[in-house]
Nanobody, 126 residues
Framework: HVQLVESGGGSVQTGESLRLSCAGS????????MAWFRQAPGKEREGVAA????????YYADSVKGRSTLSRDNTKTTVLLQMNNLKPEDTAMYYC????????????????????WGRGTQVTVS
């Protein structure tokens, strides 16, 4: 079965960096669209970044564009989200998601498009 495990969250100061990792298993990596979402208390879930199969496309939310980089490691089993110049408004629970079917480009950062989810890792910026 598909399993996604996030790690790398923590408490940092404004301007510092974090690298979030999502280790996936149980699916064919070459067909999976992977994404990061976040949700702060009292706020709606927000798509942060996504990467298409074969790394053919990457998408970033405007709120993190220019400060974040999404990539896969050499084994293709782990998706990495490097977040720099963190701000207090980046504070949230961050979730990794995977979808094995095709996703419309316009829907790549919509949570409803993803079937598989991790349990999340907390990021706190003060």
């Amino acid at each position: 079965h598909v399993q996604l495990v996030e790690s790398g969250g923590g408490s940092v100061q404004t301007g510092e960096s974090l690298r979030l990792s999502c280790a996936g298993s149980g699916y064919r990596y070459s067909t999976a669209t992977m994404a990061w979402f976040r949700q702060a208390p009292g706020k709606e879930r927000e798509g942060v970044a996504a990467i298409w199969p074969g790394d053919t496309r990457k998408y970033y939310a405007d709120s993190v564009k220019g400060r974040s980089t999404l990539s896969r490691d050499n084994t293709k089993t782990t998706v990495l989200l490097q977040m720099n110049n963190l701000k207090p408004e980046d504070t949230a629970m961050y979730y990794c998601a995977a979808e094995l079917s095709s996703i419309r480009p316009s829907a790549t950062l919509l949570g409803d498009e993803y079937k598989f989810w991790g349990r999340g890792t907390q990021v706190t910026v003060s």
